[in-house]
């Protein structure tokens, strides 16, 4: 027993947090057959940047951006060959279900709604595709003074879900994981904002690069695939 705890080795996962459920999942079951405790930290993508930048450790980062990867990227801090597109999902506008019968992507600038919760703008991919939305309707000005800001997807999903807000911008996958307390209202015409890519890669100067590689690879297995699209994630 000793010797087998002895080899039990930990490496570090940082994820956008609309990954938490499904991500979660996937680490459970590699771990019944690995010898890797994976510990797994989700935020914000563009707060889990700043915290690599900050020298926070990291075996491998799962993005809900492109540019947050990018801006890594161009740091040198990630493998670059390793990089890849793993995941795509939607922009899904949520009501409470108070306020479900008076929201509607029209009615975000009328007197129906009168809050808005979208993830922080320059931290959270979610919420930097809603502001994209808001600016090719033409309305970023009249729902200016509504929004109420999360510091991730998870945190707009329970704005929502509790009524502290009339509605929101999620993805669809966190938008399902609450379809017993939120009303879904739409999906997002896509040609309002940028392309939803989750891009992972693993890290230049992962603390444990072996046990990085494997599970890397292991995010693309079936199990893995499965698991994603459970939770309404299209695979690449």
Do not use: W
């Amino acid at each position: 027993m000793q010797a087998l705890i002895a080899q039990v080795q930990s490496m570090t996962v940082l994820a956008a947090a609309s990954l938490t459920d499904a991500l979660n999942d996937i680490i459970t079951e590699y771990e019944k057959d690995s010898n890797y405790k994976i510990t797994p930290s989700y935020a914000g993508s563009g707060d889990l940047v700043q915290q690599i930048e900050g020298g926070a450790p990291c075996d491998i980062f799962i993005s809900a951006s492109k540019a947050n990867m990018d801006q890594l990227e161009d740091e040198d801090m990630i493998n670059s060959d390793s990089r890849q597109d793993l995941l795509t999902n939607r922009l899904t506008l949520i009501a409470s279900k108070e306020k479900a019968d008076d929201v509607t992507m029209d009615s975000l600038a009328t007197d129906s709604v009168g809050s808005i919760a979208i993830g922080e703008v320059e931290t959270v991919p979610a919420g930097k595709y809603a502001s994209e939305v808001f600016d090719n309707l033409g309305i970023t000005d009249q729902v200016a003074d509504k929004l109420i800001y999360g510091k991730d997807v998870r945190a707009v999903l329970n704005y929502v879900s509790t009524g502290d807000v009339d509605c929101g911008f999620v993805y669809r996958t966190d938008a399902e994981l609450e379809k017993d307390n939120v009303a879904i209202i739409c999906d997002v015409d896509e040609s309002l904002h940028d392309p939803i890519v989750y891009p992972a890669a693993t890290m230049k100067d992962a603390p444990e690069a072996d046990g990085a590689a494997d599970f890397y690879k292991y995010l693309t297995t079936d199990f893995a695939k499965k698991t994603f699209e459970k939770y309404g994630f299209t695979v690449k």
